[in-house]
């Protein structure tokens, strides 16, 4: 798989490549995109920095393909100055705590990564040079989550994020948008 993704990174022609990497939790998107920034020596980001902070959670939101996340303030934060190809810095919400963490320095680099669920959201997804969606088994889903996650937390992916994840992919057809597909 690395080897397929380094291969099409070296045929696209660009001096400030942005990469997402969207697919199913439990798909190895965090794995796959440490295994390439060691591979590339480039930044990545990661979406669970940006999901939506409790006030900006309502039932209309929550409604929206991809809702969940805090697309807007991604793009406008982190997409846009990423495209300028100059040092910025951005806030990551966590989502534990429901607080915000001290900013992180995002240098120039050659090629970032966008890593996460919704990181192909159609707010976001004309601005990546390649897109590369994982799936993986439901079942073997569910067995990552839980050594992941313990079963308590398998629980509730099982119930809310497994879903609002599917209806995200199904109504923007994410998989079929991205150039590369894997199954893990």
Not at 64 to 83: H, M, W
Request: aromatic content about 12%.
């Amino acid at each position: 798989m690395v080897q397929t993704i380094l291969q099409k990174i070296n045929s696209i022609n660009s001096t400030n490549m942005l990469i997402a990497l969207d697919g199913r939790c439990g798909s190895g998107k965090t794995t796959l995109a440490n295994n390439l920034q060691k591979e590339l020596n480039c930044n990545v980001i990661h979406m669970d920095e940006f999901f939506l902070r409790p006030e900006q959670v309502t039932e209309q939101r929550l409604a929206q393909a991809g809702g969940n996340v805090d697309y807007e303030r991604f793009y406008q934060e982190v997409l846009t100055p990423l495209k300028s190809g100059k040092a910025f810095s951005y806030r990551p919400y966590d989502c534990h705590s429901q607080t915000f963490l001290d900013a992180v320095f995002v240098p120039p680099c050659p090629i970032t990564i966008i890593e996460g669920s919704y990181s192909c959201h159609p707010t976001l997804q004309n601005d990546y040079d390649l897109k590369i969606f994982l799936s993986v088994d439901p079942d073997k889903q569910i067995e990552r989550i839980k050594k992941r996650n313990g079963e308590k937390a398998a629980q509730s992916f099982v119930k809310k994020w497994i879903p609002l994840e599917e209806f995200y992919f199904l109504t923007y057809n994410i998989k079929q948008n991205c150039q590369l597909y894997f199954e893990t």
